[in-house]
């Protein structure tokens, strides 16, 4: 008989986590970042594998999960839809049930936040939301361990959101009220973030049309591509609705004197945001980006070493 699968912490969303472990998780992020550039040698996962499933490419997110458990002292497996049998038709059940038997952990990037779900009530081990249409809450880590080492505690603070209510728009709200500051969504009719979220976040959350006013005291604007990863029969449609959503130096200038710019990248200099911006004294978006290695390491380490 299957045995069941047993009780573990998946991080699916960023509320799966409490306020408390959500500020530690990111002093240890900063921790790990110290313990890494200083040549120390912390390798805790020895013998420990990380499956990482990939319906959906990726750069970053491939990179900072593979290096992060090299780092750590185990080992990260690759697996596309091409390579396994996820992408021949096994019920997404019996892929979790045989996977989480042979790794220690699993990551999974995909489309439908329902399969990662599924695999998660399937599996033995923790499984982590790499990336989903719906939320991009290891994004969120990276951003919230940016925000906290160039200004501080975000709670309180205002950010601003200019553009789609996508999955990182959603995964902001969730940050808005994990982290308890105050967000903007500037974002045009039709493209608004889902429902039930901004229900949840209450007041909050605030959705407005006008990027400027939505920038007006931000401590923190953040913003992506007009049109994500699998929309691309929409980017004629998307870059008309768009056309007025861009952060540039006018919208900056609305910001708080130390207004920080993030992007989870790709960026599309020119649609998005400017290059005046991106490149600009204020953009802190390669931070970001190594952020992603040092925050999935915090998050690996609090979800196999039970550090809650």
Known sequence: MDAQPKQCRHFLSLLDLGADEARALIARAIELKRIQRSGQIYSPFTNRTLAMIFEKSSTRTRVSFEAGMVQLGGHALFLSPR???????????????VISRMVDIVMIRTFDHATVECFAAHSQVPVINGLTDYLHPCQLLADMQTYFEHRGDIRGRRVAWIGDGNNMCN???EAAQ?????????????????????AAAGDRVKIVREPQEAAAGAHLISTDVWASMGQEEEQARRQKAFATYQVDDAVMARAARDAVFLHCLPAHRGEEVTASVIDGPRSVVWDEAENRLHAQKALLEFLLLSRH
């Open 178 to 198: 994990l982290f308890d500051f105050e967000l903007m969504v500037a974002c045009p009719e039709g493209f608004e973030p889902k429902a039930e979220l901004l």
């Open 83 to 97: 390579d396994t049998q996820l992408g021949r038709g096994e019920p997404i059940e019996d892929s979790a049930r």
């Open 171 to 173: 995964s902001f709200i």
